[in-house]
């Protein structure tokens, strides 16, 4: 069984001037990036099965991109190189207690095509993971992102979902980013949000009152992060809030793909139809282990680099 992800692998450059705005800062460090990246990354550092639906530019850069992929297990067969953009870059600054922010000069990423995933086979997949923050701007990639959503639907794969937003990305049409993410948390049978997402989509002022809201919109399991708090759970008629582990942050880029990473890897043998029934205590400890490698990743520098730290022995 095998794992889809779908979105951006970009390049991070991080400022390492600790507390200084990308204005002020000096230094930086170049990693390897995008959301749906790490998850992937994340993933097959776990030990499963995972391949990577992405566009790079034909540059060292997408070079790079694809042979660390590699290098971490994920397979790139779906990775294409574009000879006339280049790849995405993000440019990030480290505040304190690990927090970012965010300039991104966009690439190749957003011109992955339905046409170059014509010959994917969804059938090859258990999970297909949406995972882009740049996969509801204008663009190829928006609409290979709701083909494949549908398309994922029409073959029964287990859908997930993160909607990774970003103000830079969206600060002027916030509203195309809240319509667009509602098929996705309708239509999935899991979905992870933060705090910050879930009062956004939902217009609500807490975090209850929101998972309140999604509920009556779709029958999915998802989960509310809330940093170093942990994880608030919803199951059928339950929500629960599922604690982390104390950790000294360093850098809290990757962590909630690698809290994705770990729920996708725990359910990579289940349909969707035995998703349905799996018990309450049995997701309350899938969440506590996504929530210790989310923590676990925050205590080195760049997400492709923790992930390197990370296999399924956190989980005992």
Not at 70 to 80: A, H, P, R, Y
Not at 120 to 146: R, V
Not at 246 to 271: C, E, K, R, S
């Amino acid at each position: 069984m095998k794992v889809l992800c779908i979105g951006e692998a970009l390049i991070d450059m991080i400022c390492t001037d600790r507390g200084s705005s990308l204005s002020k800062g000096q230094n930086f460090l170049k990693k390897a990036g995008g959301a749906p990246a790490n998850v992937a990354a994340a993933i097959a550092a776990l030990g499963a099965q995972v391949d990577m639906a992405a566009k790079v530019g034909k540059d060292p850069f997408g070079q790079h991109l694809i042979e660390l992929l590699q290098e971490m297990g994920v397979s790139t067969n779906w990775v294409i190189q574009d000879p006339h953009h280049f790849t995405t870059f993000a440019f990030v600054s480290l505040m304190e207690e690990g927090e970012r922010d965010f300039y991104f000069n966009r690439g190749a990423d957003g011109q992955l095509s339905s046409e170059d995933l014509a010959a994917l086979q969804i059938k090859d997949y258990s999970i297909i993971h949406f995972g882009s923050a740049t996969g509801f701007l204008p663009g190829p990639l928006q609409s290979a992102y709701t083909d494949l959503l549908a398309k994922a639907k029409e073959n029964n794969a287990i859908i997930s979902f993160d909607p990774n937003y970003r103000h830079l990305l969206f600060q002027n049409n916030t509203q195309s980013f809240i319509d667009q993410s509602w098929p996705f948390i309708e239509q999935c049978h899991f979905f992870k949000l933060s705090d910050e997402e879930a009062l956004l989509i939902t217009g609500c002022d807490t975090v209850q009152h929101a998972a309140a809201a999604l509920r009556k919109k779709s029958n999915a399991v998802f989960a509310i992060t809330l940093g170093k708090e942990g994880t608030l759970l919803s199951v059928g008629d339950h929500l629960e809030m599922i604690g982390s582990i104390a950790i000294t942050p360093v850098d809290a880029t990757g962590a909630g793909d690698a809290f994705v990473g770990a729920v996708l890897f725990q359910l990579i043998n289940y349909t969707a139809a035995q998703l349905q029934v799996i018990e309450l205590v049995e997701w309350k400890k899938i969440i506590a282990n996504a929530n210790k490698a989310g923590a676990r990743t925050c205590e080195y520098m760049g997400a492709m680099e923790a992930f390197k730290h990370l296999n399924n022995s956190i989980f005992n």
